[in-house]
């Protein structure tokens, strides 16, 4: 199936400038699963969105359409057809 | 020779550099990255490789997470390698905080890191890529080292020393926040705790085996040790052997972060002490460095230069350094963003910078 992540200004430097990235990954992929294949198609995308054990990033928001990623089962939130995945930085600094 | 300070901030990277120490040019806050996240980022610790003049910096994205950035020429360029540069191993199920230190081992290509969670890494190719040090990972007291107020970080690395003429390419002397003092004479493969005669009053045993929360150690050019511990001053000439000595009478508290050791002269150090573990203040208000010529005998206040007025800024654990000149130079920063700077052969601090983010750390060189 095809879905579309849609990236921040911020991480557009490690997607070779792209706002949205097009994916095509295999059918009933979770969330995880997109971001793993974000990660093969653009690999310094991914340490900005998860850490080393493969977990999100505390203050990075995962919008799957209009579900954060974490309230609807995090990194194995389900994805269909069409899904717009959207990458956003949370609220934190100061 | 010019002389040049790297200077991480709460917000973002600044250099200044100097001819004579007194009159400084100030550069930034450096823009890291295309996007400017990392530039606005905690600067945790930097370093200049003695061998290189490459330096490093430790950044903490508030979103993006932590990274290790290079530059080869003295700060007007940045990079950041393609992969983590500090990533822990799968099997270890942690994951990069930040760096805490960096320091420099016996060759150009050998840099440490003290990293949290608690743990040391170490790069063979000058800071491009790094590797955990298993052993200490795997050190049966791991497990009961937990994190200070700043976090569960080695902060401090001493490669080559572990003593008063002890000096081997394999010795490592590291300190953390809590856990203490632990040492390796066999590159790392093994490690043992130093702290004996060192205080932890937080715990019911006053004086264990390990548990500290030592704030920092300073190495002093002979080998021996001075540390500032989380209430107590000490000098140590052997402390696998012989245990730390307390040194803090003639200071006017017992508590602090800072402690920077001349390159040159084993009884002199330079120590920042704050009011106690509740009141992160300077002593009466008053900005100070203090000053001991011999071992920690005696201690003066070294304060002309800095401001009279009431100030309130602190000094952290590695916002201080020396420049390990012949005629050295020393530097402080504080946590209201002014940085500081005298000469062994001087009277007074001059002011490098005012008004900066809090200052995490500060390091020194000749360029």
Not at chain 1, 65 to 72: H, I, N, P, T
Not at chain 2, 67 to 73: A, E, N, T
Not at chain 2, 74 to 89: K, L, Q, V
Request: proline share 7%.
């Amino acid at each position: 199936m095809r879905v579309t992540v849609h990236l921040t200004s911020v991480l557009r430097a490690d997607a070779e400038g792209a706002a949205h990235v097009p994916l095509e990954v295999v059918d009933g992929a979770a969330l995880g699963g997109v971001l793993d294949e974000l990660a093969a198609r653009h690999p310094g995308l991914d340490r900005r969105i998860r850490d080393e054990r493969g977990e999100l990033r505390r203050y990075v928001n995962v919008f799957v359409d209009q579900d954060e990623c974490r309230s609807v089962g995090g990194l194995d939130a389900p994805v269909h057809e069409g899904a717009d995945v959207r990458l956003l930085p949370s609220v934190a600094g100061g | 020779m010019a002389y040049l300070l790297v200077i991480g901030t709460r917000k973002g990277l600044f250099t200044a550099r100097s001819e004579d120490r007194r009159a400084w040019e100030v550069n930034g806050p450096h823009r890291l990255d295309e996007a400017n996240d990392a530039g606005m980022s905690p600067v945790y610790t930097v370093g200049i490789n003695p061998y290189t003049g490459r330096l490093l910096a430790g950044t903490e994205s508030w979103h993006f997470g932590p990274s290790v950035w290079h530059s080869d020429d003295r700060g007007d360029t940045w990079s950041e390698p393609g992969t983590p540069p500090i990533a822990f191993p799968e099997d270890t199920g942690a994951s990069l905080t930040r760096a805490w230190q960096f320091a420099f081992g016996p060759d150009p290509d050998t840099v440490y890191a003290g990293v949290e969670p608690h743990a040391l890494f170490r790069s063979s190719d000058g800071g491009d890529s790094f590797d955990l040090v298993r052993a200490l990972w795997d050190h049966p007291h791991r497990s009961n080292w937990f994190p200070g107020a700043g976090g569960a970080a080695i902060h401090t690395v001493l490669p080559g020393v572990l003593g008063a003429g002890r000096r081997s390419p394999e010795a490592l002397t590291v300190a953390m926040s809590t856990g203490g003092v632990y040492q390796t004479e066999d590159g790392g493969a093994s490690w043992a705790p130093a702290n004996r005669g060192i205080s932890a009053g937080f715990l019911p045993d006053e004086e264990p085996e390990y548990g500290q929360c030592v704030h920092k150690v300073a190495a002093a050019s002979d080998g021996s040790f001075y540390a500032q511990n989380h209430h107590g001053v000490y000098r140590s000439a052997a402390p696998a052997d012989d245990g730390w000595t307390r040194i803090e009478e003639g200071l006017p508290t017992d508590f602090g972060f800072a402690m920077v050791t001349h390159p040159h002269r084993p009884g002199t150090a330079l120590n920042f002490p704050v009011v106690s573990q509740e009141v992160h203040f300077p002593p009466d208000h008053r900005l100070s460095a203090y000053r001991t010529d011999d071992g920690g005998d005696s201690w003066r206040p070294v304060n002309r230069g800095l401001p009279e007025d009431p100030y309130f800024g602190i000094v952290l654990r590695d916002a201080a350094c020396t420049d390990g000149a012949d005629v050295p130079g020393f530097y402080f920063g504080t946590r209201s963003g002014d940085v500081y700077a005298i000469t062994d052969d001087g009277e007074r601090w001059h002011q490098v910078a005012a008004h900066l983010p809090d200052v995490l750390c500060v390091r020194a060189g000749q360029v």
